[in-house]
């Protein structure tokens, strides 16, 4: 079964500082991964989809890097902005019958970016 | 181009009624996801409807069921509803052109009481 683990929880940064949210899963055999931003109350809003063949992707202020065989992937923020406060969530894609994308996702990271 | 839109966005019921949600999706997506999201955690799999048939299914008990109609657009119901049951519901989109990428609406609040 694959479990998706997102670290830290909850962060608190001041404006201006760049960071990494960490996301793991325990199944290295998954199609792609996604990084999606989820406003309070909101749905979700992709940010970045990173294919399983690729090593990152990048736009704008943000990269996301995938490394499946250690079952890892990033998101880099540079130069945070209050703006930025938000939860994220990591989703692991696996592909099953009827070419069917099935969606893990962690319990995501709560980020406060403090002007 | 209007994306995923679902309804109602809030509303309350009582334990052991039944609820209808309602989704249409982004337009020229074929295919339906439905997630339950609790307070806290991301979002679980429910099930996917496509040709207004259920193809997956995720880990919920018989209560929860669902519907597309041939304009894509689909139904999620649950029945005997539990306490349990309180969380922001999210439909999903996607099709032929969107490649891998889905889209989500801005969900259902449904509070049990």
Known sequence: KQEVTQIPAALSVPEGENLVLNCSFTDSAIYNLQWFRQDPGKGLTSLLLIQSSQREQTSGRLNASLDKSSGRSTLYIA???PGDSATY???????????FNKFYFGSGTKLNVKP | DAGVTQSPTHLIKTRGQQVTLRCSPKSGHD????????LGQGPQFIFQY???????RGNFPDRFSGHQFPNYSSELNVNALLL????LYLCASSGTDSGNTI???????LTVV
Do not use: H, K
Request: charged share 20%; glycine share 8%; with cysteine.
């Open chain 1, 79 to 81: 130069a945070s902005q």
């Open chain 1, 89 to 99: 969530l990591c989703a692991v894609i696996r592909t099953t019958v009827y070419n």
């Open chain 2, 31 to 38: 295919t339906v996801s439905w997630y339950q999201q609790a």
């Open chain 2, 50 to 56: 496509y040709e207004e048939e259920e193809r997956q």
């Open chain 2, 84 to 87: 349990g049951d309180s969380a």
């Open chain 2, 103 to 109: 889209y989500f609406g801005e969900g259902s609040w």
